[in-house]
């Protein structure tokens, strides 16, 4: 076994749960119209709430194992909404291996707002309590990392974050999803999910989503979903609701594609190493199998060269599409170094161990075998 067992029914509820067209019917305008005798009417504008959404936040809400749960409009404004509970003066301990943009959302949108950040390496810093502060009300962690996979121990980290009574631990779950990770039985506050990428997994859908088993802090979001106007429009709820009664058989062909992808990788001679938790050899491979139902479709790999040799691999590949994104039907690869991390400093690229010739697949849906033959010729053309 190279994880723990799946329970019985992740996809019947994925499929059934809070999921009954009848709820729709109508209910998808913008404005509905009100009685006038009360006004006691369960829906009074689409921007605030309707059939539609509240279906779909049920529905993921019950797939995460969680009491409550807010979408919003993108991954970013999810994150965003999070980083809202905080006041100035509180202070977060947050993963240096975060995507991208939730660092440039923190330097450049909630530093100047009097909020305190400190990035760490939570893979190599075992007690993350020394740099707690009296004010410390957040930690924020991605896992696996992005883009190096690394696996983070969610139990221990939760343990040690609520040793300071009021202090929330929230996962970044986007690169797993709940069919194969859920953070919240792990003991984590708040789980937030990118959309976009697996649970819907054909490109046509930008969304964010936050899941919480605390009464107040989703009393909090729901306020700011809706002053914000930050909630995701009826067409894409009704389009999510469709992608997720596939969710569970299109991860489980992304981790089996990805598992033969990374074992060719690693037996390749222009290629230096591999990451994928799904591969013996991982650092954290065990942990993964306790904290995990399996691996998805990202596989990291650093290329026998620099720059000049895994932009002439990228420029190669035929089946592949170079694209800053994971989780569609397609396969996909980038460059992080200039793509999704090219924002960065060289020294935060440094810290964050983003390299030239650090590439991140993305493996989709098509043929494993046609996946591997393209990384084949792409590999020998870098090469060249």
């Known amino acids: 076994m190279d994880s723990k067992k799946q329970n019985s029914g992740f996809a019947t509820k994925a499929i059934h749960s809070s999921n009954n067209p009848s709820k729709w019917g109508g209910k998808s305008a913008s404005t509905f119209k009100e009685n006038p005798q009360d006004g006691k009417e369960e829906y009074l504008h689409g921007g605030n709430s309707n059939a539609t959404r ?136 708040i789980t937030v999910t990118s959309l976009s990428k697996y649970m819907n997994g054909h490109s046509d859908v930008i969304m964010g989503f936050v899941a919480t088993n605390c009464k107040s802090v989703y009393k909090k979001l729901r306020t700011l979903q809706t002053v914000t106007g930050g909630g995701p429009s009826t067409l894409d709820c009704y389009q999510m609701l469709r992608s997720i009664k596939t969710l569970s058989l299109r991860m489980d062909q992304h981790g089996k594609s990805a598992l033969c992808v990374a074992k060719f990788l690693e037996g390749n001679k222009f290629v230096e190493k591999v990451s994928y938790p799904g591969l013996k050899s991982h650092r954290q491979h065990e942990l993964n199998r306790r904290q995990s139902y399996g691996s998805s479709g990202i596989v990291s790999f650093w290329i026998k060269g620099r720059l000049k040799q895994a932009n002439k691999f990228l420029n190669s590949l035929k089946l592949f599409q170079l694209a800053i994104s994971f989780g569609t039907c397609q396969s996909l690869a980038q460059l992080p170094y200039t793509m999704t991390h090219g924002n960065l400093s060289p020294e935060a690229k440094q810290i964050a161990g983003i390299t030239e010739n650090l590439i991140s697949l993305s493996v989709g849906l098509e043929d494993a075998q046609d996946i591997v033959a393209d990384l084949d010729q792409a590999l020998k053309a870098s090469q060249k």
């Open 54 to 189: 509240d279906t779909l936040e049920n529905c993921l809400a019950s797939l995460e194992n969680a009491k409550y749960g807010v979408t919003f409009g993108s991954g970013l404004a999810a994150i965003t909404a999070v980083f809202n509970l905080l006041r100035p003066g509180h202070h977060v301990i947050i993963s240096n291996s975060v995507y991208g943009g939730t660092t440039q959302l923190v330097k450049e949108v909630f530093m100047r707002f009097g909020i305190e950040f400190t990035f760490i390496n939570f893979v190599e810093c075992g007690n993350f309590q020394q740099v707690m502060k009296p004010k410390t009300k957040m930690v924020f962690i991605e896992t696996p990392t992005n883009p190096l996979l690394h696996v983070l121990d969610i139990e221990s980290i939760a343990r040690s974050t609520h040793m300071q009574p009021g202090t929330l631990l929230v996962v970044d779950n986007t690169f797993t999803t709940p069919y194969l990770q859920r953070p919240l039985d792990l003991d984590a506050d």
